[in-house]
């Protein structure tokens, strides 16, 4: 996926979750956070950031700018918490994402629900082989490290159930981490976050829900998944 229109500008504060603070062209802007995540350890500072410009195609937007992506050291990290559904629709649909037990999909439908959760999408293949798949966006990395969550998540417990539900109701489950950075050795839950999503995510793993990671090509106005990561489910000690 692609933006418009991207320029750089340095991070000041976050007053709020959804509102930040930067410099940009020698003057104090207000940018939409696209990512309601804590991220506490990418918005730091005169850190730099880059933002969507909608100053030309404002509209009904209260804002000028969206902030996209920030650098972390040599790392551009991507925060848009809309991005990993879209790339995600994407790989699925060119076949850069492969689903272990399914064939090539012929329908690929976002948002739906079943029983008391909404996944990011239901596929079926050409067998006629039925599954869901559920999307998790992942922005925390520590040297090559990247981890989910970055702040308690009860609705992502809810998901990893309702997906064990629904593979013991005959479909298949999948939980798809997308990494919104590159250079990634290995993904595991965040335990000292939310221990009861890593546990969750484990007990998901035991009755067969495939566990995904794929790390994501990223630069100011464009991200992409990948390649695989390789998991590490096991609790440390």
């Known amino acids: 996926m692609r933006y418009e229109k991207i320029v750089s500008a340095r991070f000041i504060s976050r007053p709020n979750r959804f509102v930040a603070q930067v410099f940009l062209n020698g003057e104090e802007v207000s940018a939409h956070v696209k990512n309601t995540g804590r991220c506490?350890?990418?918005?730091?500072p005169e850190a730099v950031v880059y933002l969507e410009d909608f100053s030309y195609r404002q509209g009904k937007r209260k804002l000028l700018y969206d902030l996209i992506t920030v650098?972390?050291?040599d790392l551009l990290i991507n925060m848009d918490s809309q991005a990993p559904n879209k790339v995600a629709g994407e790989a699925l649909e060119n076949g850069n994402i492969k689903l272990p037990g399914m064939s090539e999909l012929t329908?690929?439908?976002?948002?739906?629900?079943?029983?008391?959760?909404?996944?990011?999408f239901y596929i079926e293949d050409e067998n006629g082989e039925k599954g869901f798949v559920e999307v998790k966006g992942v922005t925390l990395e520590n040297d090559g490290i990247a981890s989910f969550p970055d702040a308690p998540t009860e609705r992502g417990v809810k998901h990893l159930n309702e997906l064990v539900r629904a593979m013991e109701n005959g479909y298949h489950s999948y939980v798809l981490f997308v990494i919104q950075v590159s250079g990634i050795k290995l993904f595991t839950p965040n335990d000292a976050?939310?221990?009861?999503?890593?546990?969750?995510?484990?007990?998901?793993?035991?009755?067969?829900?495939?566990?995904?990671?794929?790390?994501?090509?990223?630069?100011?106005?464009?991200?992409?998944?990948?390649?695989n990561v390789p998991i590490e489910l096991k609790l440390k000690s």
């Open 107 to 120: 329908i690929i439908r976002p948002e739906k629900v079943y029983g008391d959760s909404r996944f990011d």
């Open 193 to 227: 976050i939310h221990r009861e999503f890593g546990d969750a995510l484990r007990y998901a793993a035991e009755k067969g829900v495939h566990i995904l990671a794929y790390e994501c090509a990223v630069t100011p106005d464009s991200l992409e998944i990948t390649k």
């Open 71 to 73: 650098r972390k050291g």
């Open 40 to 44: 506490r350890e990418l918005l730091v």
